[in-house]
Each structure stands twice: as C-alpha cells, then as structure tokens.
C-alpha cells in the first residue's frame, strides 16, 4: 500500500513534510526530481529518519527513534494558515483563529488551545 505524505508549513513558512504524524524539513532536491526530507528532530534526538518524495510518492521512509507527535504538525499548519488568512485580509488575530480552528481535528483543537505561544506567534 503506498504511503501518502502531506505538505505543511514551519512556523517561518517553510514547507515540510507530514507522514504518519512525523514531520520533515526539507533537505534537498535533485534534478531527476526527487526530495529528501530529514526528520524535524535531527538535532533535538539525533533522529537520523529520512524521507524521499517524487511528487506526490513516498520513494523511501526510514525508521525513527521517537514517537510521532500527530498534533503538533497540525498545530504548526493552523498557525501558518492562521497567519497567511490575516495577511490576505484585514482580520485580526481571534478571527483568523476562528476561521482556521473550524476546520480542526478536536485532538488538534485541543492541543491549539494549550498551546500559550499561540497568542504570541499570532500577534
């Protein structure tokens, strides 16, 4: 069965790579195509997990020393989406909020509630 990955954002607006709720930052591309993504804890862990992509396939997904922490990409997504909706309009930061967080998981809702940097990343 093919693994399926998602494209998400850092909080700088970095694209990333989520699969199996572990998150990617990108590491390269070749010229035929293909992406390498390192694990997003490389140097937290020491986390030596790799993913290669061409498209929209996972080519190779090696093994992690951590468990996955699903809500937390998630939580990293809403907040870029969160500040890309206030630069395209004139919202201001509880109404991007508002507009993002209907379209959350209630873990992911959860886990953005708890979540105090929120405030701060927003404003």
């Known amino acids: ?3 399926r990955f998602t494209i998400g954002h ?3 607006g970095k ?3 989520v699969i199996n709720g572990f998150e990617f930052w990108k590491l390269r591309e070749s ?3 293909e992406t390498t993504w ?4 490389y140097d937290a862990l020491k986390c030596r997990a790799r993913l290669r992509t ?3 396939h996972v080519l ?3 093994e992690h020393n951590h468990e996955a922490t699903v809500a937390t990409a998630y939580v990293r997504q809403a907040i870029h989406d969160m500040k890309q909706k206030m630069n395209e309009t004139t919202a201001t930061p509880a109404s991007a909020r508002c507009a ?4 959350l998981s209630d873990q992911v809702g959860i886990t953005l509630n708890q979540n105090y940097i929120l405030h701060q990343t927003v404003n």
């Open 1 to 3: 069965m093919a693994q």
């Open 10 to 12: 850092s909080k700088r």
């Open 15 to 17: 694209e990333t790579a």
């Open 31 to 33: 010229s035929k195509g």
């Open 38 to 41: 390192r694990c997003l804890k």
């Open 54 to 56: 061409a498209g929209e």
């Open 60 to 62: 190779y997904h090696s």
């Open 100 to 103: 993002v967080s209907r379209n």
